[in-house]
């Protein structure tokens, strides 16, 4: 029992809030009388069982918080995250490929094995004092402490009711009758899993929008073809397109000095999270709206209508990764019909690198397009962690010791260096999709999907969970480049976007809205699109404050 409290615990301890200075003395006890009531309550019930089945309950109880407790750990150390919604789904979206690179780079590494040892070693001494301790009673004799004892389960049992099926009444009930319930992590897991299955719903809901959407939308661009590039985990800070010092993106570079590529200078993802960022920016609907990104019509199901040829070339994932619809990255982009009406061609392979999905859509080009109008949209793996296998050999340009960063280690440098060759080659790659579109009437988009942290400000690779880390951690894990190409015929047959879009340079702006931008440039006509969202529109309400998918303030 004593075991089960100590493990549980340590959970605790990693996710305790000190912004105010009173909440430890609340959560410490509170969390403490919670686990010893529950392993108290655990052990009596085990106990009616017999001696032989009870101890191979104790066991697999064991095995379990074990695991709880080893992966919260780590979790906290590595990610500053801890078990959640988004955990939960980012756990359920890995595909092979990712989890094998997760489990090279993270789960045989030594800082990992540092906090494994410590609980292996804690195991073997709990099971070896316990063949030397005797049980002692369910129940204590004195009545006095019997009753208080009674008094203590009673007042946890109040407890259940914070524990409905629908998370945000939990939240809205806690709030009204405050509870230190809302410090306790096992509260906390069971409304993630509650939110998680909304996340399924949240499918449900979009393929009901798509059945519900009989707009007639059409837009006035009659013949250029519209090229979406989505990176992936691009800190921005890491280009000299940007405020970076390295030349990480020396051919993008010398397209923008032709005066056609257009680089936004303050532009955010809504969230740190490949899936969540997708949701918004295929959406209509942005973060700031009433309904959720599942309550409007989804940008490749408008320019269907508008009569556009719309084709997605992803290096992440494919529809065959798995069986299962909701199994692989973006569920919804592979759930049955959703997917059906989202996209007219979609690739049925991945590769180690980027090029080979680029070269694999010029073998197939001339299935995939139509003569004109084809809206093309590519997902890449970018910078995706970990950086070292995103890139050949021959783009190892830098290394630990030409990298600069004298203040860091030489796996930090190292780190360092990995990330700005895989930004190096990932220059190399979207340079050439430019390319491919170079003598066409064509608009190219690129941004990523979200940052990354590879040790900006203290030791960490790698996203965190931002609704409670520091605030300095949004920059890298939320600033991503922006940009927009159009190629000399479009130029030529364009002077007025042109124009709107130097304006619009310097304006702050968030991805979640980037569906507008597109339907500006295109000139869509549908109730959906809004100018005053369209980051190059003359009517543009720029946001004094740009507030998260999670409801941090940004700025």
């Not at 009930?173 to 399924?200: C, D, E, G, M």
Request: proline share 3%; net charge positive.
């Amino acid at each position: 029992m004593i075991t089960y409290v100590l493990m549980m615990m340590i959970t605790e301890f990693l996710v305790i809030n000190t912004s105010k200075w009173w909440d430890p003395f609340v959560s410490i006890p509170f969390n403490t009388l919670f686990y010893v009531a529950v392993s108290w309550v655990i052990c009596l019930l085990v106990s009616f069982t017999g001696k032989t089945i009870s101890k191979y309950i104790h066991v697999l109880l064991h095995v379990v918080i074990f695991s709880y407790t080893i992966s919260n750990i780590f979790l906290s150390v590595v990610f500053h995250r801890h078990w959640d919604a988004f955990t939960l789904q980012f756990l359920r979206e890995t595909n092979l490929r990712e989890a094998t690179e997760f489990i090279q780079g993270f789960i045989f590494d030594v800082k990992t094995l540092l906090f494994v040892l410590p609980s292996i070693i804690f195991f073997v001494v709990e099971y070896l004092l316990a063949k030397r301790v005797s049980c002692v009673p369910a129940f204590p004799k004195s009545k006095k402490l019997c009753a208080a004892m009674c008094c203590v389960l009673l007042l946890l049992l109040g407890n259940l009711y914070y524990f409905s099926t629908d998370y945000i009444r939990n939240y809205e009930v806690v709030a009204k009758y405050p509870s230190p319930i809302k410090r306790n992590n096992i509260w906390t897991f069971y409304q993630s899993i509650l939110q998680y299955r909304h996340f399924q719903k949240e499918y449900d809901s979009c393929e009901n929008s798509l059945k519900n959407y009989t707009e007639h939308a059409w837009c006035t661009e009659k013949n250029a073809d519209f090229v979406l590039i989505i990176g992936e985990s691009f800190n921005r800070h890491y280009s000299n397109l940007y405020d970076g010092k390295w030349n990480t993106n020396p051919r993008l570079l010398k397209l923008k000095n032709t005066g056609r590529l257009f680089v936004f200078s303050d532009v955010i993802a809504s969230d740190n999270g490949t899936s969540q960022n997708f949701k918004y920016l295929f959406s209509m609907n942005g973060v700031r709206d009433k309904g959720a990104w599942c309550d409007a019509p989804l940008l490749p199901t408008v320019m269907r209508r508008c009569g556009y040829n719309v084709i997605f070339y992803g290096n992440q994932f494919v529809v065959n990764d798995v069986l299962g619809e909701f199994d692989s990255s973006m569920g919804f982009l592979n759930h049955p019909y959703i997917a059906a009406n989202l996209f007219d061609e979609r690739n049925v392979k991945t590769y180690k690198y980027d090029m080979g999905l680029v070269e694999d859509y010029v073998k197939n080009r001339m299935k995939l397009e139509k003569d004109r109008r084809n809206f093309c949209i590519f997902h890449l793996y970018g910078q995706h962690m970990k950086a070292e296998t995103r890139y050949p050999e021959t783009f190892k340009k830098y290394n630990s010791e030409n990298v600069g960063c004298k203040d860091k280690t030489k796996q930090q440098r190292e780190d360092i260096a990995n990330y700005l060759n895989a930004t190096l080659y990932n220059d190399y790659v979207v340079s050439k999709i430019i390319e491919l579109f170079e003598n066409r009437n064509a608009v190219v988009l690129y941004l990523s999907d979200h940052g990354e942290e590879i040790h900006d400000f203290r030791n960490q690779y790698g996203r965190t969970d931002l609704a409670s880390d520091t605030h300095q951690a949004l920059k890298p894990q939320l600033d991503i480049p922006f940009m927009i190409y159009f190629t000399p015929t479009y130029a030529g047959l364009h002077p007025y976007l042109v124009k709107g879009i130097k304006a619009a340079l310097n304006k702050r702006f968030m991805s979640d809205d980037m569906a507008q931008v597109v339907c500006d440039i295109l000139g869509v006509k549908s109730r959906f699109f809004r100018k005053t969202r369209s980051l190059i529109n003359y009517d543009y309400s720029e946001p004094k404050h740009r507030i998260l998918q999670n409801h941090v303030i940004y700025d």
